[in-house]
């Protein structure tokens, strides 16, 4: 045997690997496409092309944008154009809808106080100004009611106009105090409390109006800026 042919033959077992080697990648290795364009596209519209493509779509997060439609991919890797094998993962970020913002009580706020508390929670209220017995300016009703989800962080508040139309006394008698005194400081009225009683020094809630002035049933015409006097005589 000639001896040069006898230095190359320690070769021939790599050779037979890498030629192996080579073979096998061939037969079996995923063939690679072109990574589709996504970015823009719904999710749901995507899955044709994914399927075409053979392609391991994962999730790997979720933005929060209010003004675009849920579901729209923002970002994509590996990017489009680039080769990519089947059945290799094609990692997407998609947007979300914010959790919606729900709505608070307003009724029975004065509208300056309001739509700072409005203002600080970044609620966009639409003000209605609206004849009411309400004292002026004070919320006494609302859109959508407390605790129900806001469309855009959007409310609808009804405030008072004021209200200079008769109205007909009620009558307070056999009413605990307290709750006599709460319905008055809607209307910002103070009223002079006579007591039944040589002592006075127990709380509110315990005295209950046996006799009032205005008398119920008297028509008057509430003006804010002349305060309607009032008389309780308790017991």
């Known amino acids: 045997m000639n001896i040069h042919n006898k ?3 320690w070769l021939a077992p790599f050779c037979s690997f890498i030629l192996g080697y080579l073979i096998m990648q061939k037969l079996f290795s995923a063939p690679e496409s072109i990574t589709p364009a996504l970015v823009g596209k ?6 044709p092309l994914v399927t075409q493509h053979n392609l391991n779509l994962r999730l790997i997060d979720q933005k929060e944008e209010a003004d ?6 923002l970002n994509q890797t590996p990017a489009a154009g680039t080769t990519i094998k089947q059945n290799q993962p094609l990692f997407i970020v998609t947007t979300k809808k914010p959790l919606a913002l729900r709505a608070p009580l307003c009724t029975g706020i004065v509208l300056d106080e309001l739509t700072q508390r409005l203002q600080t929670e970044g609620i966009h209220p639409r003000i209605y100004h609206v004849p009411h017995p309400y004292p002026q300016n004070m919320c006494f009703a609302q859109s959508p009611q407390p605790n129900e ?9 009804y405030v008072s106009s004021g ?11 056999h009413v605990p105090l307290q709750a006599v005194i709460d319905f008055l400081e809607n ?3 103070e009223p002079h409390i006579v007591y039944d009683s040589l002592y006075n020094n127990h709380a509110h809630d315990e005295y209950t109006v046996i006799d009032q002035r205005p008398f119920a049933g008297t028509l008057l015409t509430l003006d804010e800026s002349k305060p309607l006097s009032v008389q309780l005589r308790v017991r």
């Open 187 to 189: 209307y910002h009225i």
């Open 163 to 173: 209200n200079n139309k008769p109205i007909i006394w009620p009558d307070f008698t």
């Open 149 to 157: 989800p806001l469309e855009k962080n959007r409310l609808i508040v």
């Open 42 to 47: 719904q999710i749901h519209a995507i899955l």
């Open 7 to 9: 230095n190359y033959l």
């Open 68 to 73: 675009i439609p849920e579901g729209i991919i």
